[in-house]
T-cell receptor
Framework: AQSVTQLDSQVPVFEEAPVELRCNYS??????LFWYVQYPNQGLQLLLK??????LVKGINGFEAEFNKSQTSFHLRKPSVHISDTAEYFC?????????????FGQGTTLQVKP | NAGVTQTPKFQVLKTGQSMTLQCAQD?????MSWYRQDPGMGLRLIHY???????DQGEVPNGYNVSRSTTEDFPLRLLSAAPSQTSVYFC????????????????FGPGTRLTVL
């Protein structure tokens, strides 16, 4: 069975500091990897995704993530956060096999950016 | 495009009542799905559809029904509400027909916050 684990439920950080949100996955088949962001009282929106090719993926709002196949990780990073980055972040895997593709989400990490 | 819309935004039900959460998309997406979001559990797939007339169960389907009579609409029905169904419900859609499948971006609605007393 496939699973996604986000290692931190909450990450407090000061404005302009770097941040890393950790994500590990488990799967016996090839997967696609995604990070979604949910701002307060809103739906989720795609931040970035890894499908193939370069293991370093750049997304919106200055975020990037690196796929590490040997460690089955897809950690999200930003070199300098802003107050506006305060949100909940979800890592997800998309399964390639089966009759249709499904997304499996992690538990979410709340990023709290402090002034 | 309005994208994915959901109604209502908030709803309070009593145990045993039934209701329908509405979801519509105007992007001509084949794939639509319903998730519930609970604290510390992320999003869990309830039901999904790969096109009009085709639906299937996700990981937590019990207590919910869906139908897909048109490409645009994918309503979620709670048959007999229970307090365990208190949650935030999200509808999502993506373009399955391009062949990209799960690699394509999934678009989410703003959510319906449901409380069952």
């Amino acid at each position: 069975a496939q699973s996604v684990t986000q290692l931190d439920s909450q990450v407090p950080v000061f404005e302009e500091a770097p941040v890393e949100l950790r994500c590990n996955y488990s799967s016996s088949v090839s997967v696609y990897l995604f990070w979604y962001v949910q701002y307060p009282n809103q739906g989720l929106q795609l931040l970035l995704k890894y499908l193939s090719g370069s293991t370093l993926v750049k997304g919106i709002n200055g975020f990037e993530a690196e796929f590490n196949k040997s460690q089955t990780s897809f950690h999200l990073r930003k070199p300098s956060v802003h107050i506006s980055d305060t949100a909940e972040y979800f890592c997800a895997v998309g399964l390639l096999s089966g009759n249709t593709g499904k997304l499996i989400f992690g538990q979410g990490t709340t990023l709290q950016v402090k002034p | 495009n309005a994208g994915v819309t959901q109604t209502p935004k908030f709803q309070v039900l009593k145990t045993g009542q039934s209701m329908t959460l509405q979801c519509a998309q105007d992007m001509n997406h084949e794939y639509m799905s319903w998730y519930r979001q609970d604290p510390g559990m992320g999003l869990r797939l309830i039901h999904y559809s790969v096109g009009a007339g085709i639906t299937d169960q996700g990981e937590v389907p019990n207590g919910y029904n869906v139908s897909r009579s048109t490409t645009e609409d994918f309503p979620l029905r709670l048959l007999s509400a229970a307090p365990s169904q208190t949650s935030v419900y999200f509808c999502a859609s993506r373009n399955e027909g391009s062949g990209a499948g799960v690699s394509d971006t999934q678009y989410f609605g703003p959510g319906t916050r449901l409380t069952v007393l």
